[in-house]
């Protein structure tokens, strides 16, 4: 089975502008997190989606939402980016079952905002 | 609220020497417990998992941790590191009734030299 695939890998975007995301799960996975992870705040969840329906949600403000289509592929967007938003995203994947549940990860993209 | 702490920020080694990575945590439900690897530039990798039963838990590359419930703690260990072992190692906890959300430690970066 192919693994879970996050586009694009980098970016670099600048203040006040907004960006999106990409997640595609493992065939068969319905449930998709995000993380994003920084060296002072290290791996944080900012939400969950399952069967297109936003299932948990972290401490994140509101620029920070997410989505999930009907073939279980997620988007994260950020609006109105700023400095202290640059970090690698993950996503990972899972049935979604929320029994004995692990979680499989992406190669991440790696935001920079100036 | 569950939350994960992980004794050691960075632990240095010897190759073919045994190493022991530390992870406690806190939690007022039952939890599952899991050990994710990073490699630079690279997504998270499933160690190993503690759903239930036998508390020694067997993973890849040679790695194993136990669960102790009484002192709720989940520490890693390998009897012979090697070179390729030198990585970010993450221990993280989700609650049984919340599986698509992970709460990470801060990570143990393991350099092994030789």
């Known amino acids: 089975k192919a693994g879970v695939t996050q586009t694009p890998r980098y970016l670099i975007k600048t203040r006040g502008q907004q960006v999106t995301l990409s997640c595609s799960p493992i065939?068969?996975?319905?449930?998709v997190s995000w993380y994003q992870q920084t060296p002072g705040q290290g791996l944080q969840f900012l939400f969950e989606y399952f069967s297109e329906t936003q299932r948990n949600k972290g401490n994140f403000p509101g620029r920070f939402s997410g989505r999930q289509f009907s073939n279980s592929r997620s988007e994260m967007n950020v609006s109105t980016l700023e400095l202290g938003d640059s970090a690698l995203y993950l996503c990972?994947?899972?049935?979604?079952?929320?029994?004995?549940?692990?979680?499989?990860f992406g190669p991440g993209t790696r935001l920079l905002v100036l | 609220a569950q939350s994960v702490t992980q004794l050691d920020s960075q632990v240095p080694v010897f190759e073919e020497a045994p190493v022991e990575l530390r992870c406690n945590y806190s939690s007022s439900v039952s939890v599952y417990l899991f050990w994710y690897v990073q490699y630079p530039n690279q997504g998270l990798q499933l160690l190993l998992k503690?759903?239930?039963?036998?508390?020694l838990v067997k993973g890849i590359n040679g790695f194993e941790a136990e669960f102790n419930k009484s002192q709720t703690s989940f520490h890693l260990r390998k009897p012979s590191v090697h070179i390729s072992d030198t990585a970010e190692y993450f221990c993280a906890v989700s609650a049984l009734n919340q599986g698509g959300k992970l709460i990470f430690g801060q990570g143990t970066e393991l350099s092994v030299k030789p």
């Open positions: 990972a994947s899972s049935l979604g079952d929320r029994l004995q549940e692990t979680q499989y």
């Open positions: 503690y759903l239930s039963g036998s508390t």
């Open positions: 065939s068969g996975h319905r449930s």
